[in-house]
């Protein structure tokens, strides 16, 4: 299935207002369908470059957007305001990243730690993914990893530090076979990414690269946390 630039249905309108996923503006348009981003996010948007794109483990990280308003916003909101809605959204805005990475491979979300996947009540990573595959018509994996007991915070970790913490922090829950790519929401260091694509591989899977809504280009760009490892903040790492 064709990705469509405009992925609102009816029943979506029903379901939840068509607000600006940054900043919760009216983006309503009289046919029905809605953009991700308001005037103002969008022009905002467009006058920040994209980092350059790194790579984990050996295979490309691409994002939509530096880790900045609109986009830094529209994760938070997704995260901390109550919106699981927006994952559907913002991940189907994720489709046209597939095509830097050679085609229509199968999803998997980088999980969270149990503990903040209950409080929360949803992983955003698996909603970014669930609107990523609906959109662009590929297949969404079952659960293929978990997370095992944290190691304690990355903030203040250098990028060796990070990878050594981060290694073994995930593994497989069943074989992997295939195609895949890994999402999630934001990626700084490439440690978190660069764990889950380990155990991936060793799950028999073939990576081809990782996904996020945005890429940090330092943990201060994230206001210095990290929540993949444990504290409150962006993910990713």
């Known amino acids: 299935m064709p990705w469509r630039s405009c ?3 009816w029943w979506l309108d029903w379901l939840a207002p068509l607000d600006c996923v ?4 009216d983006v309503r ?18 006058a920040r470059a994209l980092p350059s794109v790194g790579d984990a483990a050996g295979v490309p990280v691409v994002a939509r957007a530096p880790y900045a308003p609109p986009w830094s916003l529209a ?17 189907a805005g994720l489709a046209p990243l597939l095509a830097e990475l050679g085609g229509a491979p199968g999803l998997v979300p980088v999980p969270m730690p149990p503990g903040r996947r209950v409080a929360r009540g949803y992983n955003q990573a698996a909603l970014l993914a669930r609107g990523l595959a609906r959109a662009a018509g590929v297949v969404l994996l079952p659960p293929a990893l978990r997370r095992v007991d944290p190691t304690g915070t990355q903030v203040g970790r250098g990028r060796s530090e990070r990878l050594a913490a981060a290694a ?3 593994v497989a829950v069943r ?3 295939g195609r895949v790519v890994l999402v999630d929401d934001v990626v700084t260091t490439g440690a978190t990414a660069a764990a889950c694509v380990g155990a991936l591989r060793g799950a028999g899977a073939d ?12 943990e201060l760009d994230r206001g210095g946390v990290d929540e993949n490892w444990g504290t409150s903040g962006p993910s990713g790492a």
């Open 7 to 9: 992925t609102s249905a």
């Open 22 to 25: 940054a900043c919760g503006a």
């Open 29 to 46: 348009s009289g046919a029905g369908c809605a953009a991700l981003l308001c005037a103002d996010c969008q022009a905002l948007g467009a």
């Open 75 to 91: 994760v938070q909101r997704l995260k901390y305001g109550g919106r699981p809605d927006l994952g559907a959204r913002i991940g």
């Open 168 to 170: 073994g922090a995930f």
């Open 175 to 177: 074989p992997v076979a």
């Open 207 to 218: 990576v081809v690269g990782v996904i996020a809504v945005a890429r940090a280009a330092s």
